[in-house]
T-cell receptor, first 113, second 114 residues
């Protein structure tokens, strides 16, 4: 069965520092991978997605993610974090059946001034 | 940019009462979903709806739940007799068919069952 693991529940970084959020997936075939962000009281906004091709994908707000098949990972990165990036970040894999998304448990990002 | 809308944003109800959560998906999308997020937990798939019928449902989606697209624009989730454990944020999403398509999420309805 498909599953997604985000091992870090909370991460705190200083503003201007780099960021990496970890995501590991379990999926039998070629995965379709997504990162969503949820600001407090808001819905889920898509940051980026990977389907095939270049394993480094660029998203909105300066985020990027790298697909590594050998490690079953799809880690999210940003070179310089802004205070407005404080939010909860969810990694998800798209499932064949009905194209539903299977989410990880999320990582809450706190940004120190 | 088109967006998914949901009403109400918050709902408080008594245990055993029926609630209907409403969603207006993006107009030319064909797949519709409900997900829920219990406070502090992950977002969980409840049900998908395509071509006027349920295409898949999770084990959470028992007989107390139903979905409907009554008028070609709204997409509703009904909980027949709410339980305390139904308290959660409920998200509606819509997309074109295809794994490569983006699912667009609404802002959610926070349901509190007392």
């Amino acid at each position: 069965a498909q599953s997604v693991t985000q091992p870090d529940i909370h991460i705190t970084v200083s503003e201007g520092a780099s960021l990496e959020l970890r995501c590991n997936y379990s999926y039998g075939a070629t995965p379709y991978l997504f990162w969503y962000v949820q600001s407090p009281g808001q819905g889920l906004q898509l940051l980026l997605k990977y389907f095939s091709g270049d394993t480094l994908v660029q998203g909105i707000k300066g985020f990027e993610a790298e697909f590594k098949r050998s490690q079953s990972s799809f880690n999210l990165r940003k070179p310089s974090v802004h205070w407005s990036d404080a939010a909860e970040y969810f990694c998800a894999v798209g499932a064949d059946s009905s194209y539903k998304l299977i989410f990880g448990s999320g990582t809450r990002l706190l940004v120190r001034p | 940019e088109p967006e998914v809308t949901q009403t109400p944003s918050h709902q408080v109800t008594q245990m055993g009462q029926e609630v209907i959560l409403r969603c207006v998906p993006i107009s030319n999308h064909l797949y519709f979903y409900w997900y829920r997020q219990i406070l502090g937990q992950k977002v969980e798939f409840l049900v998908s709806f395509y071509n006027n019928e349920i295409s898949e449902k999770s084990e959470i989606f028992d007989d107390q739940f139903s979905v409907e697209r009554p008028d070609g624009s709204n997409f509703t989730l009904k909980i027949r007799s709410t339980k305390l454990e139904d308290s959660a944020m409920y998200f509606c999403a819509s997309t074109f068919p295809g794994l490569q398509e983006t699912q667009y999420f609404g802002p959610g309805t926070r349901l509190l069952v007392l």
